[in-house]
């Protein structure tokens, strides 16, 4: 053994077989590394905002705020770009003028070692020149919030103009700007809210584009319970006392105001006043009469009416006073 130890040609053959295994060694283990390092991936992140860089003198159609990344590549570099999600897409629309283009959606900061697609990848857009006009707003309110018997007497809103700003085309399509208010039901009394400002074109469908200023504006909404005016009619009852002829009634009050639900209200046509001859005195013709509120409504504004009676007086006939209208 030692002898072999010893040969020159041994050693040298032990010392090439290390060296054959050690390099077979090494390659193994680089084509090891090298399979993780070049195995691929894809991937798709979706809903990823666009940019777009624009003139802000001028106004941008078609643009669609999300698009989808297809991603290929080396596993490390496409699960960073999903985690850190630092790049961009964007369109380049500053050196292209007013009107219709195709223009591609772009990306930024991404490796170059990934495949990269958009979907879309191209957009039609719309250049259009930015226009401000001022219009006059519309103020409406849901009458389901009422209550039964109340009804608007008045909507106001301030200020009572906005300035919408946007492409002329859809400046050119506005026909409405409302500013609605809506909210619980069962209201009896006046209030006032903010309510927010929509921009309609004639067929009710709102303009999403536009820049409107201000955005929520103050509505003032007054109720009231409904009512109607409706005639008076004066029924006499009763007979006046002895001495005491009754030619005619009249009352300065033409009219009364009956409030409750329209329904009950509007089937009213007039108001009958009941006076009593019997009230009437040689001393005192005029009666104050007590207004009754009719059935199935809330109220009858004024409560009381002055009623004067056309008398003619016989002082023979006429009975002391106290006495009562039989003579007994």
Do not use: C
Not at 42 to 57: A, C, G, P, Q, R
Request: no cysteine; net charge negative.
């Amino acid at each position: 053994m030692d002898k072999m130890m010893d040969n020159r040609w041994f050693l040298r053959i032990t010392a090439l077989l290390l060296a054959f295994l050690l390099f077979f060694s090494v390659q193994a283990e680089d084509s090891n590394t090298g399979t993780t390092d070049t195995s691929r991936v894809s991937e798709v992140i979706e809903d990823v905002e666009l940019e777009v860089y624009h003139d802000n003198s001028l106004m941008v159609s078609g643009v669609p705020k999300t698009a989808d990344l297809h991603l290929n590549g080396p596993v490390s570099i496409v699960q960073t770009a999903r985690q850190l999600e630092d790049f961009t897409l964007f369109v380049d629309l500053r050196n292209l003028p007013v009107g219709e283009h195709q223009v591609p959606i772009q990306t930024e900061n991404l490796s170059e070692q990934l495949n990269i697609r958009v979907d879309p990848a191209f957009v039609n857009v719309v250049i259009e020149e930015r226009v401000s006009q001022e219009f006059r707003i519309d103020p409406e309110v849901n009458e389901r919030m009422l209550a039964e018997g109340f009804i608007l007497e008045n909507v106001s809103v301030k200020p009572e103009t906005v300035t919408v700003t946007g492409p002329k085309s859809m400046i050119d399509a506005i026909s409405f700007v409302k500013a609605t208010v809506s909210g619980e039901q069962g209201v009896k009394e006046s209030f006032t809210t903010a309510a927010r400002v929509r921009v309609l074109a004639e067929d009710l469908t709102k303009l999403e584009s536009a820049e409107i200023e201000p955005q929520e504006v103050e509505v003032d909404v007054d109720v009231i319970e409904y009512s109607k005016l409706v005639p008076v009619r004066l029924e006499p009852t009763g007979e006046a006392r002895p001495g005491i002829t009754i030619n005619d009634w009249n009352t300065a009050t033409e009219e009364v105001r009956i409030f409750g639900p329209k329904t009950v209200v509007d089937e009213i046509a007039e108001y009958v006043i009941e006076v009593d001859a019997a009230d009437v005195t040689a001393e005192d013709a005029t009666l104050e009469v007590e207004l009754a509120i009719p059935s199935g409504t809330s109220g009858v504004s004024p409560g009381q009416v002055s009623v004067k009676a056309e008398t003619v007086i016989d002082e023979d006939a006429l009975l002391p006073e106290g006495s009562g209208a039989s003579g007994n």
